[in-house]
């Protein structure tokens, strides 16, 4: 890619420690060793307690307990019992296994009492990489930045990947190529976060395809995983746009499953803003291999069995108006300005899963 005369940019990049490949959960007890801890408390879904009694195992020693009961969206109470666990154990670190509900609850409890974090993703949401941290009290989820809730060190095992549904793995990925997506186009964005954004996309377009023919496509799995490692990367570092605002607003205002609200969303916010972001829309159609992005992330998402409308998620045709009305409540950066007639079209759009014409 050719800079432009008028490129200015800032690069800045966060700290911590990524140890990334197959079978890499085995250097667990060394990792915690290498942070000076000494009583990990093994955070996970109730699903998956069986792969933190796996850590747990792997920890011997220096495991103090599991704490099995993160969910979605981090609500206020369940933070509350996992903060106190880790007081009550005196854990000095804790190891979060799972997605990014997991890695939530993690960060609730760095956020209140500083420990470190080690996170084992187990989806492609990217969690792992950000400072971003949400919390739910009242029905609202709040989310805020702080460098207290980044993870010391993740550790990137495409094994423990193997158990998630191709369903869920589909949607993760598209959730994954959403943060990249608007990477390239954010304002602050710099020509390292934008590289490592069309890296990102790629592996997970040419991993999606295997991955859905064979689950346990090891290589496949790993590519997916390596694409979402660089995708969360720039979720972490730069600001998100308008994709990411209505995904708040429908997940959070109208109950909408996550990754796949992401999924249903990201064609449409595209095809809005590729007038006014030509160069990010031509470098994620390249990395998709489409003629153009939006159609690009409809056909990733379709071809391989991912709901592509905001029916299929159950939502109501008379709740669009409010979405529209309660995205556009507050002003944010975004490459197109925020229009209301075309942001009610463009979400008339999602809710049809119209494939986008641009
Ligand atoms: P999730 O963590 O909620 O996981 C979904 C389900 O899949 C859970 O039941 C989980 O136990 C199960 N699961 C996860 N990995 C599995 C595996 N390998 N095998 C079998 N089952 C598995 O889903 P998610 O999409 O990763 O995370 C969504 C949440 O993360 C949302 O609350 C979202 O807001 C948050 N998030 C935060 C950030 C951030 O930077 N703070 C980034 C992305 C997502």
Redesign the pocket.
């Known amino acids: 890619m050719k800079l432009s005369t008028d490129s200015s940019f800032v690069f800045y990049s966060l700290p911590g420690r990524v140890v990334f490949g197959e079978g890499c959960l085995a250097t667990l007890a060394a990792e915690v060793e290498a942070l000076g801890a000494q009583r990990a408390l093994v955070l996970c879904?109730p699903?998956?307690r069986d792969v933190a009694e796996r850590v747990s195992r792997q920890l011997g020693e220096r495991s103090a307990g599991i704490f099995d009961q993160a969910v979605?969206?981090?609500p206020i109470e369940t933070a509350r019992a996992a903060r106190a666990r880790a007081a009550e154990l005196g854990a000095d670190v804790a190891v979060a296994v799972?997605?990014?509900?997991?890695i939530?609850l993690g960060?609730a409890i760095a956020l209140d009492s500083g420990l470190p974090i080690i996170a084992i993703p187990?989806?492609y949401?990217?969690?792992e990489m950000?400072t971003?941290?949400?919390i739910t009290e009242g029905g609202v989820k709040k989310t805020g930045r702080d460098p207290r809730v980044l993870p010391r060190t993740v550790l990137y095992d495409p094994t423990?990947?193997l158990?998630?549904?191709v369903s869920?793995s589909v949607t993760?990925c598209m959730?994954a190529v959403a943060h990249a997506a608007e990477g390239l186009y954010a304002p602050d964005g710099n020509p390292i976060m934008s590289l490592m954004a069309e890296a990102g996309v790629a592996a997970i377009a040419q991993a999606l395809p295997r991955l859905c023919r064979n689950a346990q496509d090891m290589a496949a799995r790993t590519e997916a995983l390596y694409g979402a490692w660089l995708c969360g990367k720039v979720?972490g570092h730069v600001a998100m746009s308008l994709h990411h605002k209505l995904c708040h607003t429908l997940?959070g205002s109208f109950n909408l499953p996550?990754?796949e609200t992401h999924t249903v969303v990201l064609p449409q916010a595209l095809a809005y803003n590729t007038p006014a972001a030509p160069e990010a829309m031509a470098r994620l159609a390249r990395a998709m291999g489409s003629a153009t992005a939006a159609q690009g992330a409809f056909d990733l998402a379709q071809r391989h069995g991912a709901p592509v409308s905001l029916r299929e998620l159950g939502m109501k045709v008379a709740d669009l108006d409010r979405a529209c009305e309660l995205a556009l409540q507050n002003q944010y950066n975004n490459p197109r300005p925020l229009e209301q007639t075309a942001i009610r079209q463009l979400l008339q759009d999602a809710f049809e899963g119209r494939r986008p014409s641009v």
């Open positions: 879904t699903e998956q979605m969206h981090v799972g997605g990014g509900s997991t939530g960060k187990t989806t949401a990217g969690s950000t971003i941290f949400g423990l990947t158990t998630l549904p869920l993760s959730n979720l997940g996550h990754a």
